[in-house]
Each structure stands twice: as structure tokens, then as C-alpha cells.
């Protein structure tokens, strides 16, 4: 087991950028760093149960007894404990943001994916033959394709995504993990067959091979928890990227956290509500994402998977967190 | 069309009991009062439009353009506008309240009933078949009668809420409609298909056909928005009811917001979380109830319904009032 | 292990009534009695091994090791081997009677209910909900409750049946087991449920509880395979009955038959017409009744049941059956 | 409308193979001509109606108002009318044949695909997913998919269906349309899926696009009614070729005339058993095969289709030709 302790990093937010009103009732800075001691203390036990996902060579070696957990507040305070610095593979967790870059270019994915929970396990093809190609919500992998196919109208969606996310980390060093890439390319059938059953059905813009290369790359980029946080922190800010800028207006922002929080857990999402109270994405990289509206964005990344595809020890940080800080949305 | 004017009330809240913080960066009462007006103002072409519930004859005849809403704040102020005060039938908003009178007396009922949203229309079979007699969430109807056959343990479900919403709401007067509740238990063939055939996996306790009964008397119940919005405010207040006593823990009520709003407006929970953002539970009566976490319940009434079953000018005058006050949860 | 041995019997039949050509190219009533020795002894390893069906407790108590088989001829002669004149409860072979005999009262019943195959197991709402509570065929337990309910029209629909099974086999004794009825009705939860399902589509005339009851008891009736393959005899002889007189016109008798090969045996139709070859209905007493449309009906009857609900070893002496008779329809 | 007259043609059959019994009693040579001018007479009505599949162009531009029959009798007769002899297109009737190229080799392919009608239509992937990757039947386009990737394992899949229909029919000039073929091959997104996803969990031996390219070039060879009625006529002698070997042995043969019964018509193939009463498999050119065990194939063309990409005068024509004949299985 590594040794846990927590360690508080600090980067830049311009404040001018008119940030929303913040009226902590729990945490100061130094209290969130022994907070996160206390939960990776609480979740111990939980570490290391669960899965690993195996379902490619590249993600089966991950050591399972790794934790890290990471917040983000608005003000650019960045709080870690555990592997809170070390890379893992994002996987799902990049659906949020290319979400996210993709409705800053305006609403036509909409047009072509819903906003409502599947029911069905995160890659069913049974919903879209139902629904005519049209993907439930853009978290199921059907759907991130479509965001994906759509982001590809204005260039690689991948190296956006990339850019996206190593200007908002401040870690130019982010990068795709080719070896995972390689594998999940090589493990694709499925994505595939969901990408091909939707251009029958006319729900693909670009060539199918096009979209999934793409698709596999922004899944397989490696990125650490504290680099995931701050790269969330927009969706905590209601749009406000870390340099004050502007990516996605207050509405667009807050229903990105409305999808998250029914659609983000796979079709576990109404117990992640339940329980954890936050909006949340996971990945089968062992990586939850969790946004507390006008205060922090938080990752925590361990890689024993539930039945369901999410993080053990993951969900029962996030849980312990928003016990103790009181901060769920409900 | 009616003269829809705002007013405001005020009942008693006892401060001796620990409410939760108000940090209200809108209204003050004479605000949200004008604030009132002004929905009803932007919503009237919405008022009318759909279809009012016909599948029993009590409910069709109600008149579609009828509008009415209630801000009950968590410190006893209540306005209203339209026919904010005038009764209609609950129906599925009564799902909430026998949810948190279940609660009330333990977890028991989670044993018997999951949290994950449908996916399926409110009353489908196909999910219960799926998952062995085990519906998926509180508040589609087979949920709601294991609900109702939890409460039945103590007494008669439908006397407990009774008694309840009256205290809650300081109305003696609400009563179930003994017509619209004779009419229900004429067309309950879809409902009792579903208690039978849970009844079949061994998940109903008491004999279907009292069961039924109790249902079917809450479902006809008779509230004004107002009535709805006070006996709400437990869920704004974390817990308390309006004499300042708990009902239930922190906890246990914010998990009953979680499930509203993954949950709580039938197979249209993501778009009601996505535009509106609040918990919020709907009725085919034409009500919605939803809640602001720490501030208020609102109740809106208008009887034209959307195709999924949820009122148009309800779902309409609820996304104004977050656009305009900026409170949605996210 | 009971001895085992075969005999032949003979009974009335009406030469006067025109029955179809027979060119038997493998066996005379002498062989057909040793083909049955021979039949039992291939597949003694096979009885016993199933489960018997065990929902209800008169049907649990079955002895696993019986097993009969009964073959009559159009011309009237029967043989059986092993417990062939030892009455068991017919179940769902009951369903084959009740829609002849509400097909020889006309049409109607088609308008309301399918002819496909079901792909679900044989008591699914899934396919109700679909397919707006038309089910898909008569053989599932929908199905027969909407025969049943169509039969009722002309007087109680399980007196009806026992006196054609009484006339055909010429066994006044035939009678409704009322141990196994009383046990049916206290476990019928999911046929209720199926009935108030397809009422709340308005697919049921009747009222439930009076439908079920009939459905009960037909389901209950006990008769040896001798009584079963004597009363099926109508279906081999394209309509005629055991007196000569027509109950089903040459197209309807072949086309119930369509409908056993096709929905006959719960959802491994396919394997069986595959195996064994001919129509068939089986029940979940364990008993199988088959036709070669032109020479004989079968039944067989053994209690253990695979996952599917069909007998095992009387699948597999249907099986031999045809392979060593070459009387598949194929 | 074309001028349609019966016809009959006589080729070769090796009378040194053993043939089944024949017991005909309607027709003899010259009736069957006679009939064959009755039936189309019978369904002129229905001649031109339905709709002609249109998913490719090169299909849409067939001429709705063509109409041909012909019957292979086990002893070599063929006799036809109208359109009989005109090649069109055989899609999914191919499946017939491959799938008894594929038993010829062994009975390998059954671990991959089951023998149970699909309850879903023909390109569904609900079921799929459901039997994780294990086509329900050979004959919806997931099953025949497979088939084609075993036939693969000896070759060219397509080529060897040639290589047997050109023998068979004793016409070298069938081919593949190549310009059919090229069209299906740009419109095969779902079938690509299909294949994908059945990859996904291991049951496609072969490179998908591979056996895509083998799988629309069968689907895509052009024959008239008597060349595939030729080709069919082992399935009537149970297995012997025209040349009086040997395609598939006694059992073999029998059992693929089940799985046409029950599963050679997508999802109507309860109708088409309980109307027809025979063993068939249809195709969206609009013909249809079908087999009297015994005494002949008979393969009719019209292309105008039902909802259920069946032929509409291709259904009648065959209702038509049982109801005169009696020559149903059942």
C-alpha cells in the first residue's frame, strides 16, 4: 500500500472573471486537506475491491490498490491525498468534456442524442434500436460517439479535447496513452457495431473508422486527478473556464450537471444521486469526476470497479465527502 | 380565461426548530410574489395546451385552463398566483409524501424497492419482469403500491397521509374525492395487473385488493398548490416538518430530492432535470411539486398534460422560475 | 421403477365418417405396441431427471419416476407402454381442447389473439406490453385465458371441456382434480395478473376472478395419456371427432396444428420441431400430446421438467418416436 | 401486365437415388400446369400490391407487377407460370442453401446460432444482446451471417453457393447482379453492425468485412422461380441431390425444413405456418420457397411485400396452391 497523506497545490484563477457567490459552510483550505486524510483513512477498506476492468491487456495491469482523490475549488486551490498526481486512464470521464466543447459550438447534438437515463447498461444497443439510432444521453458510448462525430465537423476531436484539457490543467505534458489507445482499438467491436448501427439509421456524419479512432483516443488520454479536477472546474464555475473565460454560457453549464448527475454513473445513476448527492461521471479507468455547483470540482481515482462499471472505493470517497462537507446538491 | 393575480399568506413556522441557512440572492417575499405574476404572464400561451387526463371521467372534466402556483418558503411565507387555492386532484404527487411516511418508520421499504430511473413508461410490466417483482424506483406505480403496502403495516396508507397533509398544510378540509376515487377504482385494472403480479414474486404484504384500496384514496386526494407547496416544505427543510419537529433525517430527505429528481416525472426525468433543475414530482392531475433545497416548495397546477404525462404549463412556469431566480440545483 | 411393459387397446371408431388415407410404410398395431417397449427402454436413463414443477404443492408431490405413452390410431386402436392408463394433471395441454373448441364456435377468437411464436417464456407480460394486451398466441397462459374467456360465452368454459374429453376418450371419470384447482387458485397471482393486464386493454369480457376460475379448473383436469391421445384423435383426423362427426372443419383442425408445431412447447418450439418433428402441447404435469396428421395422436407423460418447462424424458421419447418411424411432417 | 401462362419443363433426375414414396392424390403433370394457371388467376388481385423494398435502388427498380411460379416435382417435372423463368433477385432465400452447405460440412455451425423463431424482425439486435451474441435462428441476417463466416472456413462462401445452385438448377449462367451487389454492399451499415457486435463476443471467426463481402454477394445472385425451385428439390427427397447423391443425411434434411417453418419468414412465420402449412423462406426480391416433403419445392416471385418484407402475392399464391392441393404438412 502507498503511503496516503494529503497536500494542497494552489494555480491560477483570474479572478476577474465574475465567479459565483461562495458561502462554505464546512471547508477552508486547510480544513479540506485534512478532510481528504480523514476520507482516504475512512475508505481504506473499500480500496482495492472490485474489478480491475480487463477487458483490454493495457487497463488489466493497473495496480488495484491504488487511490487518489483530488478537489478543485473555484478560486484555484487544488487539494489532493493518495495517487492525487499520478496519470490513469480517463476513459468515460472524457465524455463530459467533449460534451462540454461540443455545446460550445451551439445546440445541433441535441438534435441527434437525448437527455435521458438508459436503464440499459452503458453500451446497449437494445435502447437505440428502439429508438431509432437516436442514443439515449451522451454518456452511454453510443452517444459520446455521436458527440464525437459531431466535435469532428470542426477538426480532430481528439486533439481538441487534448488542447481542452491541457490549458485548463495548466499540464502541457497530458497526453494519449497509445498503448491503451492501441489496445481499445483493437477491442472496438462493439463501439463499432453501436457506430455502424447508427449510420444505418443515418446518425453518423463522418466514416465510421473516422469516428472511432477519434472516440478511442479521447478515451485512452491519461490524465491524474488533480489535472482532471481543474480541468472540471467550468462545470463548478457555471461555464467559467480557469483563465475567466467563458466556455459555455450559465444555462448550458448547469444542464451539463442536470445530465451528469441522471445519466453519469452508467445505470447506476440513481443510486450515485442517492448516495452521493453530486453530479458525477465515471470511468472504467477507476476515475469518478463530481462537480459541487459554485464551489469545487472534485476526481478520485481507484481502480476496483463495481458490478456496474464504477469505482468501489471511488463512490464511497465521494460519499464520505459529501457526508462530512454536507455539500450534496440536495 | 380566470383573473390570475398574485397574493401571499403566511402560516406559522416555528424558528425553534433549526432551519436550515438562507442565503437568498433574489427574491424577498414582495419579490417572488411579482415574480409570480410575471411566470403567469410569460406562461399564459402555454395554458390549455396538451391534453387533460381522460382515462376516468372525474378527471376529464376538469377545466384545461386552469393555472395556479405556490411558493411556500421555509420560514412560513406562502404566495401564490392563479388558482393557487383551489383543490385538484393530487394523483401522483401523493407518491412523495407516502414515500416519506414510509421512510419515516425505517428503511424497510428499500428492501422491496429500487432508486435507479424506468427508462419505461410510468406503469410498464416489462421492467418488473425484468428484475423479478422489484420495481425500480417510488414513484412509477408498482414502486408506489409497495410504498402503499409498506405504510399498510401501521394502518390504513391513505388515513396516515390524510392526517399528515392536513397538519402540514393547517387544512382540515382535505379530503379524498370520493367521486374521482370511485372512478379510479373502476378503471385500476392496469394497477392491479401490477400488484398481482408482484404479489406473484412474493413483494406484497397485505391482500392486493386493500392494497388497491388505500392507493387509489391517496391518488384522490384533493389539495390547492398551496396545500401542496406547505406539506412539501419538510423536503426544503432537510427533514422538518412545520412544527418544528423531524420527520425525517438530513439524509433520508435529501435522498427522497435525489429521487425525485432522477425519478420523479416518469420517463421525462433527465429533460425535467436538464430544463428545469429542480427535485420535482408530477401528478396526471396536472400538479407538479418540486423543491429548492434550504429556501422553498413550489407547487404549480395546470390540467393539460404533455405526451409523457406531465403538466405543459407546469413544466413551463417551473423553467422560468429557475431561469429567473436562478435556482436550480446545478 | 414400475415395470414398464405395453398393450394395446381398442376402441370405438366411427368407419361411417371419412377419414384421410393412411400408408403406413413402418408400423401395424402389433409393431406399434413393440416400437412403445422399445421407446420406453431407450429412454429410461431419462426419467427421473427434470425438476418436477413445483409452485404449487399437489403438483410437487408427483413421483419423478413415471413415465406413459400412449399412441391412438385414426382407426382407433391405442397402445400404451409404462403408466399409460394412469391419470396426471394435463395443464396446459388443456389449452390445445379449449381452442378447438372455441374455433368451433367460430373465428372471433382470432381478433384477439396472435398466431406467432412468443420468444418470451410462456407466461411473459413483456410481449402484452408491447403488443397492447392482444397476446401473442393461445398457447401461452394469455393466450388460453382469452380462449377461456371467449369459450365462457357459451356457458362455463371448463364444463364445456370436460364434456368433450368425457365423450372423446369415453371415460366418464374424467374430472377437475380439485386438490390441484384449490392449490392452482392460491398460486395464480401472475395469471391474475396477466387477465387484469389484458382487461385494462379491454381484451377480457368477462370479469377476472370468474375466468380465472374456469381457467383453473381446466388446467386441473386429470386424464391418463390413453384419455389424452383418444381425445386429441380430432387433430389427426383433420377435424373429425371420435363419433364421426366434424367439430373443426379440414382447415381449421390443420391450422391448430400450425399453431401447436409453432407455439406448442412454451418458447423451445423451434428445438422441438427441430427433434422431434410434429406438433405438439406440452404441460408442465409433465405430459406432451403430439399428432401425425393423418395416423395417430400421441401422449406421453414423464414429470421431470427441463429449464423450459417441457418433460424431459418425454421429449426425448418423442424424439425416438419419429426417428425410428419416419413419421415427421418434414 | 404480362401475359401468364403455365408451362411445364422436364429435367433430369437420377431415378437410381432412392426417392421418398409418392402418394399424390390431386395432381398429376398435366394438372399441376393446369393449377399453377388457376392460382394465378386467384391472386391477380393481389399482383402490384404491397411494396417493393426499396432500401437500394438497384432493388426499388424492379417492375411491382411480375409474377411467376414454379413447382419442382422429387421426380424432376418442373412446371411454371407468368414470370417463372425470369431471374430476380433471391436475398434472403439464399439463407436456405447455406445453411444446408454449412450442415453438409458438419453440424459445427449449431454451437453458433440457435433454432428458435426470434419473436423480433429479421435485423434486430435487441435479441442479440439479450443471448450475448448467439443468433437466435439461421435465418434472420445475424444467424445467416454466421452461417456464412462457417462456410467460410472451406472457401469462398458465395462462390461455393454458386458452384452448388449452378449444379443443381443446371444453369451456368446464374450470377451474382453485381450491380446488386454493389448497391447492398453501400448500404449494409446494420448488417456491419450486426457482424460487429456478434465479433464483440467472439462469434465471427473471420474479418467482418470479409465475410460481409461473401454474405451481400450471395444475397445478391440473380435466379428465376424455376431454377431456385430446381434447387431446392433436396429438401423434398430429404436430402438427395438431383444428381442422386447425397447433399445432407435423412435427419439433416428434415431439420432444416423445421427451421423454415418456424423461423423462414421473419416474424411472421406463425401466419405463414398456420395459413400456408408449409415449410418456406422468403426474401425481399419478393420470392418465396417452400417445400412439400416428398413431392416438390415450389418457389413463387412477386415483388410487392407486407409489412413483414413478405411477398404479398407470393403468400396468396401459396395459400392458393395447399387449400388446392392439400398438400399442407399438417
Redesign the interface.
Known sequence: MPDITAGTARFRFDRGARGP?R?A?YARPVELAALLDRIADDVAPEIGRGAVADYIPALARVEPWRFGMAVAEVDGAVHGVGDWERPFSVQSMSKVFTLALALSRGDSVWARV???????PFN???????EDGIP??PFINAGALVVTDELARHGDAADALLAFLRRESGRQEIAVDLEVAASEAGHA??N??????M??YGNMRHP?PSVLDQYVRQCSIAMSCADVARSALFLARHGVRNDGSRLLG??AA??I???M???GTY?????F??RV?L?GKSGVGGGIVAIV?GRCAVCVWSPGLDARGNSVAGVAALDRFT?LTGW???
Chains 1, 2, 3, 4 share one sequence.
Open positions: 457567490d458561502t459552510f437525448g437527455r435521458e437515463p438508459s436503464g440499459d446497449s444497443l437494445v435502447q437505440l434500436e428502439h439515449r444521453n467491436d462493439r463499432r457495431a453501436l457506430a455502424y448501427f449510420a444505418s465510421v450559465l444555462s448547469k444542464r450537471n442536470a445530465v448527475l441522471t445519466c445505470d447506476a445513476a440513481g443510486e444521486a442517492y448527492g453530479p455547483p457526508t450534496s446538491i440536495f
